[in-house]
């Protein structure tokens, strides 16, 4: 199995190399044919120096004397379920608030983000979520004049 | 100068940023003071605001949050051992034992005088070091900034925790390449654009620092909690504030390390990449060596020199991390490097010519960070029992809270959802990267300096037509250049004494086993 030290600089390596595929894909204009340096230069330079950075840092890994490591970092499976819920929650807002307006997405928002970190008292739930909203949505539309979306579904 | 300083004392003590310095330091206090949550993310969340109230104003508020970031990491550092930034990391060694010998209200004391002692000291070496400095890069020219930049990139990297440079050097290159998406300023051609609309102007500064340090910071928070369990300032066994007064030997004790410690700190603030954290570890360090042997046992055990060293030295290296700032253009450290991002959002180039184009924003940043240092003395200092209820709050709401804002404040500035689903899609990039032991302030100062160092780049490369001879054409470009490369080739000795350690270990568990 790729050990965790691996992982990083494999990841990059991929990366780094998609980056170089793409970056000696980037079209010329006529008059920098014969230019020194054009807008395809750097980017070249980037992907091959980051790609020999990898292979170094790889190499650096292999080479070390390899020693069994405990396993105190090891992520614990309800905290990583917790951030999944809390990544898919922030996709659902982004998409909701235009649609649906600022009020409701944000108080929806934050009262299941409050739910999924494991908050079950009514009164944090409720009192930390709604009213927040509120009060921001005032702040910002009539107190400092910005615009915030009321919902293109009812608008 | 003179004219500078009164400039930006009357730009200072307009009311209306007067009332940004304290705003600025009740927040950064107030955000510092969380565990895991620093200055970066403190001034990201920060961003938002500073769009809408002019460049004079948004960098006062910003100094003041980074002030006050620092000092309320001094403040858990003390009261509950669970450094909110990692500059104060060595505020904890001596601190935390005060607290818990019953003097957790000298502690602050002595946090907050020597913090203010070694700001003042910072802001006058400032004063003096910005302008003459700025002067001298008044001849600089684009060659000059390309290897400058350089070094601050390499340097950035070489300081970095141990054993992390080729990381670092992955997350600088990573930023660079973020650098390059959208339109091409020189010739018009489309770079890594994917045909996305969105994608033209290229990635927003803005989401990216929200993203890896606000939603990254406060994500792992929730996928890797604290081990250690932070207790509530109520708590029964969290030591009780107690006194604030220190007495005459006290004072005389300290005075010679404060003193010592800010100019130390200062100085390695000024260097590109060092920075608070390692100013602060210096300063410690260097302390323990010069005490007499009875203080010396005192270390770490709750010594008032000990806790005075870092605290003094910190403030001094935020302050000296201005200065390239300022005047150069080049951020020294990933805190700077989000400064130097809103102010190129707002139109300002800093550099040499910042302090003749934009004087008023100049002063008024080094005038605001006095201005910073008396509202933490005077306003923070005797409120903190009242701050220190923040720890209390629950963690639940605090992520969320921080989700939210950060959220809503890239939205606030760009009015497209396109950005808020790329954020999330950084954050789960960074956050992955920050689980690998990433270190995130390479990127951001990568992504920063990525625009300027390719139009400097290329405006080199076209006055010495075409040719790379600009590197070595000049004694200033060749100087800052062969420094880079030492800088960069700095790591390697650690890297081979490192290796031949761990080589040692195992072969010595071996014949153990």
Redo the contacts between chains.
């Keep these: 199995m790729l050990n965790?030290e691996l992982?990083?600089?494999s990841?990059?390596l991929a990366?780094?190399t998609l980056?170089a595929i793409?970056a000696w894909q980037?079209?010329?204009?006529p008059f920098?044919e014969y230019?020194?340096?054009?807008?395809?230069t750097?980017?070249k330079v980037?992907?091959a120096?980051?790609i020999i950075?990898?292979l170094?840092?790889i190499g650096?890994t292999l080479?070390?004397?390899?020693?069994k490591t405990d396993s105190d970092d090891v992520?614990e499976k309800s905290?990583?379920l917790?951030?999944f819920g809390?990544?898919i929650l922030?996709?659902v807002?982004?998409?909701a608030?235009?649609p649906i307006g600022f009020l409701i997405s944000?108080s929806v928002?934050?009262l299941v983000?409050?739910f999924v970190?494991?908050?079950r008292r009514k009164k944090?739930l409720l009192l930390?979520s709604i009213p927040?909203a509120v009060v921001?949505w005032f702040l910002?539309t009539q107190v400092?004049g910005?615009?915030l979306?009321p919902g293109n579904l009812w608008s | 100068m003179f004219d500078g300083i009164m400039l930006g004392l009357s730009t200072v003590l307009d009311w209306n940023n007067l009332l940004y310095v304290i705003v600025g330091c009740f927040v950064g206090t107030f955000i510092g003071m969380l565990p895991g949550l620093g200055p970066i993310t403190a001034i990201a969340l920060m961003i938002p605001i500073t769009y809408s109230i002019g460049a004079d104003s948004g960098m006062i508020l910003m100094a003041g949050v980074y002030y006050g970031a620092i000092f309320g990491g001094s403040t858990s550092s003390i009261l509950i051992n669970a450094p909110g930034v990692a500059g104060t990391v060595a505020s904890s060694f001596d601190g935390y034992p005060l607290a818990k010998q019953g003097h957790a209200g000298k502690a602050l004391a002595i946090a907050a005088y020597s913090s203010f002692i070694g700001g003042t000291v910072g802001a006058i070496l400032l004063m003096v070091a910005a302008p003459l400095l700025a002067k001298v890069s008044l001849s600089f020219q684009s060659p000059d900034y390309v290897v400058l930049m350089f070094l601050g990139l390499t340097a950035i990297a070489a300081f970095s925790n141990k054993g992390q440079f080729l990381k670092a050097m992955m997350m600088t290159v990573f930023g660079l390449m973020l650098a390059t998406v959208g339109i091409d300023p020189s010739s018009g051609t489309e770079r890594f654009t994917f045909s996305q609309a969105d994608l033209l102007d290229g990635i927003s500064f803005l989401l990216v620092a929200m993203a890896t340090f606000a939603l990254a910071e406060a994500l792992i928070n929730v996928v890797r909690p604290e081990k250690k369990e932070i207790k509530s300032i109520n708590d029964s066994d969290t030591p009780q504030i107690g006194s604030t007064k220190l007495t005459k030997a006290e004072i005389k004790e300290m005075a010679p390390t404060v003193g010592r410690s800010s100019i130390l700190g200062f100085i390695i603030g000024v260097l590109p990449g060092a920075g608070a954290t390692i100013a602060s570890f210096m300063a410690y360090a260097t302390e323990r060596n010069l005490a007499p042997k009875a203080l010396k046992d005192k270390f770490g055990k709750g010594s008032l020199r000990g806790l005075a060293a870092p605290e003094s030295a910190n403030n001094a290296a935020c302050t000296g991390s201005f200065v390239p700032l300022l005047t150069l253009g080049i951020p020294g450290s990933g805190t700077t490097a989000i400064m130097l991002g809103a102010l190129i959002a707002y139109g300002i180039q800093p550099g040499p010519m910042l302090m003749q184009e934009n004087p008023s924003v100049f002063w008024s940043v080094i005038v605001s960070m006095y201005f910073g240092n008396i509202v933490l003395l005077i306003l923070n200092l005797p409120l903190i029992p009242y701050f220190a209820k923040v720890l209390a709050m629950p963690k639940s709401v605090l992520t969320i809270m921080i989700l939210f804002f950060s959220l809503i404040g890239v939205y606030l500035v760009s009015f497209n959802t396109f950005d808020l689903f790329m954020m999330v899609g950084f954050a789960v990039v960074a956050l992955v990267l920050r689980l690998l032991a990433f270190p995130m302030a390479p990127l951001l100062l990568g992504f920063i300096l990525g625009d300027m160092i390719e139009r400097n780049f290329r405006r080199s490369m076209m006055i010495s037509d075409g040719s790379l001879s600009f590197l070595w054409e000049r004694p200033l470009t060749l100087s800052i250049f062969v420094i880079s490369l030492l800088v960069l080739l700095f790591p390697l000795k650690d890297f081979i004494t490192q290796r031949r350690a761990d080589k040692a270990a195992v072969k010595a568990k071996q014949e153990h086993a």
């Design positions: 965790r992982l990083g600089p990841l990059f990366l780094f980056y793409v980037i079209p010329l204009l920098e230019e020194t340096f054009t807008s395809a750097l980017p980037y992907a120096f980051g950075v990898c170094l840092s650096a080479l070390k004397p390899t020693e992520l905290n990583v917790r951030t809390l990544l922030m996709v807002y982004s998409a608030l235009e944000t928002f934050l983000g409050f970190m494991g908050e944090i930390a927040v921001f910002m400092l910005i615009y979306v």
